[in-house]
């Protein structure tokens, strides 16, 4: 079985000596999970978290390991060198892509967002970070919305959000609940919450660069 998508190197596990375990989120075939040979010591086109590019992914059987043949076209995490908050940023987000998402299940729409949220990354923007949170958890079944009251379909005052429908509540009709629903605007706390319950519905924890993520 052979596979071969466009990609960003998300994870880099050492697996021996000279050899890595590489996660690779593909644009046409989702999560891969591979053996990248020689990564540990390449001294040349050393492979590396934030890269973007072209992979082969093949195995012989379908249950084996694969294994990757990576040709790395840019390195998007370069210019964030000097930029920790944007380090933080894409490592949160690489932490949850590698923990939530399933393999080779396609997610073409939350990979270019991906790929357009590392390049906005050089300029520090947590709203663009958020607005990536809340593709995913559309992706993982919370879709959240703020578009109207789902109490009493309003479009006004919509001051809250309901952790079990996702969905926005009016000042009114949240009124009773106040203390069981989330107040608005939408931050990174809030999204976190919703990523814990993903967590837990999935028996994983929570990855500890999305944890520790500070909010400004
Ligand atoms: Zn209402």
Redesign the pocket.
């Known amino acids: 079985m052979k596979l071969e998508s466009d990609g960003i190197l998300i994870e880099l596990k050492p697996f021996n000596e000279r050899d890595a375990i590489a996660r690779i989120f593909s644009r046409d075939c989702g999560i891969l999970i591979g053996l990248l040979r020689g990564a540990v010591v390449a001294k040349k086109n050393r492979p590396m978290v934030g890269q973007v590019g072209n992979v082969v992914w093949g195995a012989r059987l379908d249950s084996q390991l694969g294994v990757f043949h990576w040709e790395s076209e840019r390195n998007l995490a370069a210019g964030l060198i000097s930029n920790q908050t944007g380090l933080m940023l894409m490592n949160a987000a690489f932490g949850l892509l590698a923990t939530l998402l399933p393999e080779r299940e396609v997610y073409d729409a939350l990979y270019l967002k991906t790929l357009g949220l590392l390049q906005s990354l050089q300029q520090n923007l947590f709203s663009e970070y958020l607005n990536w949170e809340v593709s995913l958890l559309h992706d993982l079944g919370y879709a959240l919305d703020l578009s109207r009251?789902?109490?009493?379909?309003?479009t006004q005052n919509l001051g809250y959000l309901s952790p079990r429908t996702a969905r926005a509540?009016?000042d009114?009709?949240?009124m009773p609940y106040l203390d069981k629903v989330y107040k608005l605007p939408l931050n990174l706390n809030i999204t976190k919450r919703f990523l814990e319950s993903v967590c837990v519905q999935q028996g994983v924890p929570m990855p500890i660069m999305r944890d520790i993520l500070k909010i400004n």
């Open positions: 009251c789902s109490g009493c379909g309003g509540v009016c009114k009709c949240a």
